[in-house]
Structure formats: structure tokens, C-alpha cells
């Protein structure tokens, strides 16, 4: 796999079910958020440019496009990549798929803003974060 994608694996257990035993939509977001805690942990280098909250990347937008259903006892991955970077922006792509067949459960675009976190107002993404950054992109396969 490529080392620009991360990839995290959890287990669904009875309380991310809903009332119709598939997991309840709430859930994949944090699926998702688990997969993003993931993609910081696999680059400490990338994190500590975040670490003391300023600045901070902050999600402004998530679209999520449910594909199939996951149950009880689906071992899930979480795949998570930069797919694009803006002047004030970077666009996340995630997917989620089942272990068992591969088949993709769900996925979503994220797109976060670099915020100054004492002004709450969004900044250019340049110097040594952008030069971070852009090692990372790999744009969304079709």
C-alpha cells in the first residue's frame, strides 16, 4: 500500500448497530475520525506542526456516501489520504471497507480549513506545513 494512505482496522460490535442491526450512520463519522487520529498518529512529524492547537486544522465540510451495510462482527479499515491541497484548505479522502470481501462500505471527502486557533480566523497553508502537506497528496482514484 502506498505510504501515503493510512490504514486503521476496528471491529463493529453491538453498540454501533441501530435499530435495524447495520451500523447506524453516526457511526461512520466516527469511524472516520478514528482513521484521521490514525493518519496523524502514522506522522508524528505532520502532528507536532499541530500539536499545540495553533495552528489547527478544522473540518468545515464532510460528505459521506453510504455503500453498503456493515453488522456485528464486520472487521472494517479505515483507509485515509490528502487528496488535495488549496491556499487555505486541504481536501481528506476516506473509505471504509470490509476485511472480509473488500468490499467498500462507505466513503467521504472532508475538507479542513488551517484555522489560527487565537484569531478563529482560517490562514494560508505555506512554509514548512504546506511542504508537509504536499508529500502527502495522492490525488482520489476513480
Request: glycine content about 8%; proline content about 2%.
Amino acid at each position: 500500500m502506498d505510504s501515503r494512505i493510512s490504514r486503521i482496522t476496528l471491529r463493529v460490535r453491538g453498540y454501533h448497530l441501530d435499530g435495524y442491526g447495520h451500523v447506524n450512520n453516526a457511526r461512520y463519522l466516527e469511524f472516520f475520525e478514528e482513521g484521521r487520529w490514525g493518519y496523524f498518529d502514522d506522522r508524528p512529524a505532520l502532528a507536532r506542526h499541530f500539536a499545540s492547537g495553533h495552528p489547527a486544522l478544522v473540518a468545515v465540510n464532510l460528505n459521506v456516501n453510504y455503500r453498503l451495510a456493515a453488522v456485528a462482527g464486520d472487521d472494517l479499515e479505515v483507509l485515509t489520504q490528502v487528496a488535495e491541497l488549496g491556499s487555505r484548505s486541504a481536501r481528506l479522502y476516506q473509505q471504509i471497507r470490509r476485511l472480509g470481501d473488500g468490499k467498500q462500505v462507505t466513503d467521504a471527502d472532508l475538507t479542513c480549513v488551517l484555522l489560527n486557533m487565537r484569531t478563529q480566523q482560517s490562514m494560508t497553508i505555506e512554509g514548512e506545513i504546506r511542504q508537509a502537506l504536499e508529500r502527502l497528496v495522492l490525488p482520489k482514484a476513480s
